[in-house]
Structures are given as C-alpha cells and as structure tokens.
C-alpha cells in the first residue's frame, strides 16, 4: 500500500509489484506499484501539511518522536522476522538493527527541543543581528534496501524534528519493512501528510517527480555514489538542499604493533557485517608485513568457519546477497582477482548446497596477493570477500588508503599512539575506527567525503541538514 495524506491507498494505475525472500526467491507478499502520479500527490499533501507541521513546538512534535521509538521497540521482534525475510539478514543482526533505527527517533526527539539561535552584535549602535533556523519544507526521502528501518528512520527523525513534512521512496527490495515503519507512524497519530510512502518497482519517474517539484526543497538520499550523482543533478534545476550517504571503499589498515589476532577478529566481524552489503564493511585489508603471515590465517581461520544459510537458521552469520546481480558482482570481481594473481585462502565461490540451491548465496571469501590493477581494489564490492594486501611502510599504507575516489570509512589497529593519531589526521575518510568496528551510533555524526556523499547523518549535525538559517537585521 501507498500511505499518502493519512490515507493507505492502492497506487494510481492499479499496478502491483512482487516482493521476494532473497534466501529462497519465494514471493513474499505484492505491494501497490506507486508511479509519477502518485508522487504527485504525496508532495502536494506533505506541502499542504508542511505549515501546521512546522508551526507546532518542538515538545509536541517531539511527543509523536517518543511515542514512535516505544511503539518501534515493541514491535522489534515482528520487525526483525519481516526484515530477515525480505532482505535476508541474519535475525540476531535485525533485531540490532530495529534497536539502531528505534534510537535515532529518541535521539531526534530530544534534539528537537534544541534548536538554538543566535544573537550577534552590530558595528551600528543602533542594530542587533538575529540568527533563527527554520525547516527547510518538503523533503523527498531516497533509501536503500541494506539497512531498510534504520536507514528510513535517519532521515524521518531529523525531519520530523525540525519541522519538515516528508515524501519518502523506499528501496524496491524492501518495501515491507518500509510500510510497518509508516504503520508505526500512522499510529502514533502524525497530522494527514505529515509523512508520505510512494513504494514503486520503478524508481526513475517517481524520482523525477520529486526532483522536479519546486515544493520540494531538499532531497536526502541514501545509495550508490552513480545514482547518487545522478540525483543531485536534477535536484540542480530546483536549486534543491541535498544530503547524500553514498558507498564506500573503505581501507583496514594493521599495523604490525597490533595484536594480529584481535585485529583479523575485527576485521572479520566488520567484514561480514550484512554479509558484506553495508557502506562500512572494509574493502580493502592492509597488514604490515611482520605480523601478516599471523594476521591471514587467524582472518581465513574465522571467516572460513562462518556458516551461511536463511537468517532463520541458529548460527547463521552469513546470509544471502539481495539478488542476482549482486551475487554475480561479487562472482565476477573474485574471478578477475584471481585471473589477475590473487590466492583464494578460503571461500571464492557460490554456495549452491541442498537449501542454499535458491538464494543467492556467496561464500566468505579470503583472497590475498590483491594488487591494484584488480576490479576489487576500486569498485564496492558489496558482499562477504575480504581482499588483503601487505604494506611495509606507515607512508606507504596512508598513500594507497587514500588512493580512492571514496571517503566514507576506515579503520586502523594500533597500540601506538603517535601512528594512531597520525593516521586519524591523514585518512581522507569521514570516519576513521581506531581498534574499533562500529563507529557509529545515533549520537554520532555519520558521513562521507569525495565520492562516498555530503552532509552528515546522525549527532547534532543530523537535524541541522533539515533546516535553513535566517538571518534578521534589527535596527531600533
Ligand atoms: P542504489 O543507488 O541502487 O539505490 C538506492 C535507492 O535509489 C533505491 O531506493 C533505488 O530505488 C533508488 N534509485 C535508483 N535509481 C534511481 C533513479 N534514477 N531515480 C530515483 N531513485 C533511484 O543503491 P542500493 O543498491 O539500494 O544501496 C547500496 C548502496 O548504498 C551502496 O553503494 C552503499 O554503499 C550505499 N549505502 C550508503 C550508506 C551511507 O550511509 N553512506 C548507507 C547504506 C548504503
């Protein structure tokens, strides 16, 4: 169903679109195929609805934020069984995930009480300078399938905060998750049009028609750096504010004063991290050459004992990649590192075993010798192969951290500090983890640089990407 001004509704032209289960390719449920028109409405009742909305104060919008994280929380566990099924995650990992989406509606709650302004004093005796801030208006919301809650919640929080009315395109993989989220939001009783949901099969007139709108004024998009660029151009032509969080290539850098068995557990942890489909997830493993001989065989010791399987299944680390193209991605960038010199150490292949036989399922993957003429030291990979290179030098591994069109994560194992710090000044990354796989919270400002996006998602930061600065000049 589409959730326009308040309404569940079939979409315009009557269509309907298939959702399937990634580990078995069994349909999962039809959900109403939104188009051009559709859009057309959602924007013109999250324009309607944008008054009201902002002209509330800050403590009652802020209820409806509260009211949303407890009803999220107690709907973790049928969330979590519905996002395992639809985009294949492990269940312990979903039921992680609710728990990081619900946070960011708490901690957009309370940042909503705390939009500050300023008072400047004038050169002229007789003036005063007044700094307000004030939200932007509609805001066309773009998100993936990867973290299908919590990416929805990052921007509906801050947005809701700041006053602003939303129109938000789930991913089409993910449809589901997307409208037990709005389901939540219906219930707590947001004012018609407030928020909006356009699910649609086909993302490229519904994406025109937001970026087109003039009464949308800002897009905040969450996806791959090409469609990401893509977006922002036509956002261009209605001079719109955009927020981009787009992928990543991210660098995992070992030192050889590391302990090479901590750092090859984190490293795998990370690695692995929604079966390798998160922006985060290292792409490239740097070891220095003391310690990489005992760094490879504790990683291929613990990647390659990961079991995969349905996220159902007790013990599943590994789950399914979302479709066919992902899967045949991953395939065709470990087959050119090999065919170019990489060793598999473990994994390399499809996993197409009694019950895996349906889903798209790759196995995790250890490939060393990776050089950078290989496809995988450039492009995101996107699933759970971890291709490691041995440096000598801290020079040397910062240069070829930073030889990336990317800048979103990275990390570095140390127990030095003067290399550690060293290397947090010079990593040309948003984000850099120090003996530390989750630099991420709702409190944290989470983004890229370069190709990997704009803006920051998260911390104080969040909300102010939804809203404008007003300058007043008062003379008396
Ligand atoms: P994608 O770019 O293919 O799709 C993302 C969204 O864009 C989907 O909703 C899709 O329907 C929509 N879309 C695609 N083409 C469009 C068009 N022409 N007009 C309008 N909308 C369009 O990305 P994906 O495969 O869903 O997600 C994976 C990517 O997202 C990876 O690159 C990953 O690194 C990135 N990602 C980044 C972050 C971050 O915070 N930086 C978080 C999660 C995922």
């Given amino acids: 169903m589409l959730y326009i001004d308040g309404q569940w509704q079939a979409a315009a032209s009557g269509a309907t679109f298939a959702v399937t289960d990634p580990a078995t390719g069994k349909v999962l449920d039809h959900v109403a195929d939104g188009g051009a028109a559709d859009a057309r409405r959602a924007i013109e009742a999250a324009a309607a609805a944008f008054d009201g909305w902002a002209g509330l104060t800050a403590y009652q919008r802020s209820e409806k934020l509260y009211a949303a994280y407890h009803l999220m929380l107690e709907r973790r566990e049928d969330l979590a069984k519905l996002m395992t099924s639809e985009q294949g995650k492990p269940l312990r990992a979903a039921r992680i995930e609710v728990g990081y989406a619900a946070d960011f509606l708490l901690w957009f709650a309370e940042e909503a009480k705390r939009v500050y302004g300023q008072t400047i004093p004038s050169n002229r ?31 509906i929080g801050p947005a809701l905060a700041a ?6 395109k ?50 905040t998009f969450t996806g791959s750096t090409e469609v990401g660029k893509l ?51 290292p792409n490239r493993l740097y070891v220095q050459r003391g310690i990489a001989d005992a760094f490879i065989a504790a990683l291929a010791d613990r990647i390659g004992k990961m079991q995969a399987g349905s996220g159902f299944t007790e013990g599943v680390q590994i789950g399914p990649l979302v479709d066919q193209p992902s899967l045949e991605k991953v395939d065709r960038q470990v087959r050119d590192a090999v065919a170019k010199g990489a060793t598999v150490v473990t994994g390399g292949q499809r ?13 995790p993957t250890v490939l060393t010798g990776v050089t950078d003429e290989m496809v995988i030291y450039r492009e995101e990979t996107f699933g759970p192969v971890a291709p490691v290179i041995v440096f000598d030098t801290e020079d040397e591994v910062l240069a070829m951290a ?8 990275s990390y570095v194992y140390t127990n030095d500090l003067g290399r550690a710090y060293r290397s947090i000044e010079k990593l040309k990354f948003g984000i850099v983890g120090v003996n530390d796989i989750n630099p991420t919270g709702a409190a944290a400002p989470f983004g890229g640089v370069k190709s990997s996006g704009l803006g920051r998602e998260g911390g104080q930061d969040g909300i102010t990407e939804y809203l404008d600065t007003k300058l007043v000049g008062l003379s008396f």
Wanted: aromatic letters at 6%; hydrophobic letters at 45%; charged letters at 15%.
């Fill in 231 to 281: 977006l922002m151009a036509q956002a261009a032509t209605t001079m719109k504010r955009v927020s981009m969080e787009l992928g990543g290539h991210a660098p995992f850098i070992v030192y050889d004063d590391a302990d090479p068995k901590r750092a090859a557990t984190g490293a795998a942890m990370v690695k692995v991290l929604n079966t390798g489909q998160a922006c985060i997830c």
């Fill in 351 to 363: 996993l197409t075993d009694g019950p895996l036989a349906d889903g798209y399922f790759f196995a």
């Fill in 170 to 219: 789930p991913a089409e993989q993910t449809p589901l998750c997307a409208i037990e989220v709005f389901k939540i939001l219906d219930e707590v009783g947001l004012p018609p049009g407030v928020v909006n949901l356009v699910p649609t099969s086909d993302p490229v007139p519904v994406g025109a028609e937001l970026l087109s709108a003039p009464e949308v004024r800002k897009l």
């Fill in 125 to 155: 005796a007789e003036q005063r300078f007044m700094v307000l801030h004030q939200p932007v208006g509609v805001c066309a919301a773009i998100t993936p399938w990867n973290y299908p809650v919590s990416m929805l919640t990052r921007k």
């Fill in 402 to 409: 930073n030889d990336t069109e990317y800048g979103l994560a």
């Fill in 163 to 168: 006053g602003c009315t939303i129109v938000l």
